[in-house]
């Protein structure tokens, strides 16, 4: 009898700091999607579509990691926002893709 409850007391533990490591994951990939964004914002500054796409992409990455461990409507936009802004960057419309990567700063700090 002893031996289930031990048993059950490990399983229940093991799962809970899997539960908790995955939010920690998720907190980690918000925090760096958003580093990524805002530098990506930061390269539209410069007038840098190339930098735009590069960051917005890493951006993307991450934020799409975060959201398959917990997904939230401001991580969905904030791919989205990331997706034009990678698409903007393609076409060398810096403005246009620094416009959508700072949207996508606003939903990731609205998390």
Do not use: P, W, Y
Request: net charge negative.
């Amino acid at each position: 009898m002893r031996g289930k409850i031990m048993s059950s007391l490990l399983a229940s533990a093991f799962v809970a700091l899997l539960g908790v490591n995955a939010a920690i994951a998720a907190e980690d990939h918000k925090a760096e999607a958003l580093k990524q964004a805002v530098e990506a914002v930061e390269s539209g500054k410069k007038g840098d579509a190339a930098g735009i796409g590069e960051h917005a992409t890493a951006a993307k990455t991450h934020a799409e990691a975060a959201d398959k461990e917990k997904t939230t409507a401001h991580l969905k936009e904030a791919i989205k926002s990331l997706n034009s802004a990678i698409e903007q960057s393609k076409s060398g419309k810096a403005d246009v893709a620094s416009k959508a990567a700072a949207e996508a700063v606003t939903h990731l700090m609205e998390e």
